[in-house]
């Protein structure tokens, strides 16, 4: 037996088209960031961004329209399956589980809005230059403790049972993280802390790192919903959109006429900020469904193998900076990146073992994932059917003998 099975399907797809949609946005944005400004400041246009990515979850309506056409038929066919199968006393939880529905979707709305708000919120509040608290260290920091609340709610709200394999996965996660955070304190070093106004540095990342929690736990919500109340992901998409766009329409006006806010557009790359800002709400909109896709046919800390693609990104980008500009300490630097994306890759890999997209055939690491479970049943099922066809064979022949004992 090989060291690993690969155990990927279609669904792996979806995962590499949102790291290629991940790697180009960030590209982009690192080299022409400017045609992704839609305002002249900061907090304005992280809120705006907000509200477009939140229009843009509306998109998921045409997948549901596209749905119903397509398989009403079938639709129907299976709800008359399900009404024969099941019992009234199913239909009543079922009941239960619906007014639930509603409020984990309103509990999924507000922390959503939060993940989204606490870039504009950590700006409004700090009120500082971005190239002075901006570095990827915060980005990471949030990164990875979003990585590590996934698996602690995973076990603690989903009651995830942690196999040998699973253990093994959030050891080798633990080893690739501290890796990748001493990679970037290492370059922020590099960078010159002087650089940066490090006391606001610190709290722009203490509040920007809120969504490193809301995110994991609004997947988390995610996933019960998916398992309990029969939904696909672009209706969950969708629903979300419609109620987070009530949310918004009540807060904005009221944030706008609070603060005298007086908005400045971007007019001089209007011809290049159009289309960059509806790239932005489409690679959004694309990456949402993704996300809730890996969660419906995974779990909610599969994402994590997204959620990574972020710093991969980074990564390749301060690589494609060091080669095009001339920067000091350039072959530290790139030393650092390249050992930053070998500890993305670790963690990458730990988060596939976890979710046994990669199985390791050593140290019973294989024993509880489903795939040994089912080979295991299908083996046990070939052995009673040899037993079966011995025990028959054994009988006739006692048969034959006692015939010829008659005779």
């Known amino acids: 037996m090989s060291l690993l099975t690969w155990n990927f399907d279609k669904n792996i797809i979806y995962v590499i088209v949102y790291w290629v949609l991940e790697i180009v946005y960030h590209i982009l944005l690192s080299n022409e960031g400017q045609f992704f400004k839609i305002t002249n400041d900061t907090v304005h246009d992280e809120y705006i961004f907000v509200i477009l990515y939140n229009i843009s979850d509306l998109l998921a309506g045409f997948f549901i329209l596209y749905n119903k ?54 700006n409004a509040i700090t009120k500082a230059y971005k190239e002075k608290i901006s570095h990827s260290l915060q980005k990471n920091i949030k990164i990875t403790l979003d990585i590590i609340m996934r698996y602690i709610f995973s076990v ?89 766009l009530i949310l918004i329409s009540i807060i904005t006006p009221i ?27 489409l690679a959004a909109f694309i990456k949402a469904f993704i996300t809730l896709k890996i969660i419906y046919h995974y779990s909610s800390q599969s994402v994590s193998f997204l959620r990574i693609s972020q710093s991969f990104s980074g990564s390749i980008t301060k690589l494609i900076n060091i080669f095009t500009n001339e920067i000091s300490n350039d072959k530290w630097k790139i030393c650092l990146i390249i050992l930053e994306i070998i500890s993305i890759l670790i963690i990458l890999f730990a988060s596939l073992v976890y979710d046994e997209i990669i199985i390791i055939n050593k140290c019973e690491l294989n024993k509880n994932v489903k795939l040994g479970i089912i080979n295991r049943g299908e083996s046990e099922v070939k052995n009673i059917n040899l037993l079966r066809e011995s025990n028959l064979d054994d009988s006739q022949f006692v048969d034959n003998e006692s015939i010829d004992i008659n005779e």
Request: hydrophobic fraction near 45%; charge should be positive.
């Open 69 to 122: 056409c397509t398989s009403k038929q079938k639709k129907n066919e299976d709800k008359e399956e399900i009404k024969t199968q099941k019992s009234d006393l199913i239909y009543t939880q079922f009941d239960k589980l619906k007014k639930s529905f509603y409020i984990k979707l309103i509990i999924i709305v507000l922390l959503d809005y939060i993940s989204r708000s606490s870039s504009w919120i950590s």
């Open 156 to 244: 603690f709200i989903l009651k995830v049972i942690v196999y040998k394999h699973r253990t093994f996965s959030m050891g080798t996660i633990g080893i690739g993280l501290i890796i990748f955070m001493i990679n970037d304190i290492l370059l922020m070093f590099f960078d010159n802390l002087n650089n940066y106004n490090i006391g606001k540095y610190f709290i722009y990342t203490a509040i920007a790192s809120i969504s490193g929690i809301t995110y994991p736990l609004e997947d988390t919500f995610m996933k019960q919903i998916f398992s309990e109340e029969y939904l696909y992901p672009a209706n969950m998409q969708f629903y979300r959109a419609i109620v987070e």
């Open 255 to 281: 944030l706008y006429f609070s603060f005298n806010i007086d908005l400045k557009f971007n007019t001089e790359n209007i011809s290049l900020v159009i289309p960059t800002t509806i790239f932005s709400a």
